[in-house]
T-cell receptor, first 112, second 116 residues
Framework: GDSVTQMEGPVTLSEEAFLTINCTYT??????LFWYVQYPGEGLQLLLK?????DKGSNKGFEATYRKETTSFHLEKGSVQVSDSAVYFC???????????FGDGTTLTVKP | DGGITQSPKYLFRKEGQNVTLSCEQN?????MYWYRQDPGQGLRLIYY???????QKGDIAEGYSVSREKKESFPLTVTSAQKNPTAFYLC???????????????FGNGTRLTVT
């Protein structure tokens, strides 16, 4: 079945540091890939997505590239801010499965 | 504005009581989902529905029940058979049908259930 493996957290960075959160996946078909963000006490919000190989999703300074050869979708940001502190989830949606599969989430804390 | 409304935000129940969590959406989405989130863990799928009057069990359906009588509503009942019901419950929706698998999920703000 489908699965998503995320880099274990928590991750603590200083403001303006470079961020990478690794995500790899296993899927039987050709999935779409997503990053969601969850702020404390809230639901998840879509951060970015990519629907086919070599697509790059981007939003609010975050980027991720759909790498079919390495089955990866790593999240990056060049300069994090305190307001980026949240839990980040990598997920895939497979047309065959009809539902999404999530990673376990990575907690990011950015210190001033 | 379109969105998903979950109510209440906090819910307290005594052990042995059934409790129903509300989820309403005005996004005109066909598909709706219920997830459970425990501290420090990812999301686990409880039930999902691709269309009105039809739903499927997810990975952890035991002790839960749902109904989908209207497109806008997908209530979740946590029964007394659920052994560890205290958790954060998230409802989501998405477009359904051919080509919709690249559509993201839209989430509500969750209901935190505490059973003592």
């Amino acid at each position: 079945g489908d699965s998503v493996t995320q880099m274990e957290g928590p991750v603590t960075l200083s403001e303006e540091a470079f961020l990478t959160i690794n995500c790899t996946y296993t899927a039987t078909g050709y999935p779409s890939l997503f990053w969601y963000v969850q702020y404390p006490g809230e639901g998840l919000q879509l951060l970015l997505k990519a629907t086919k190989a070599d697509d790059k999703g981007s939003n609010k300074g975050f980027e991720a590239t759909y790498r079919k050869e390495t089955t990866s979708f790593h999240l990056e940001k060049g300069s994090v801010q305190v307001s980026d502190s949240a839990v980040y989830f990598c997920a895939l949606s497979d047309a065959n499965a009809g539902k999404s599969t999530f990673g376990d989430g990575t907690t990011l804390t950015v210190k001033p | 504005d379109g969105g998903i409304t979950q109510s209440p935000k906090y819910l307290f129940r005594k052990e042995g009581q059934n409790v129903t969590l509300s989820c309403e959406q005005n996004l005109n989405h066909d598909a709706m989902y219920w997830y459970r989130q425990d501290p420090g863990q990812g999301l686990r799928l409880i039930y999902y529905s691709q269309i009105v009057n039809d739903f499927q069990k997810g990975d952890i359906a035991e002790g839960y029940s749902v109904s989908r009588e209207k497109k806008e509503s997908f209530p979740l009942t946590v029964t007394s058979a659920q052994k560890n019901p205290t958790a954060f419950y998230l409802c989501a929706s998405s477009r359904s049908g051919t080509g919709s698998y690249n559509s993201p999920l839209h989430f509500g703000n969750g209901t935190r259930l505490t059973v003592t």
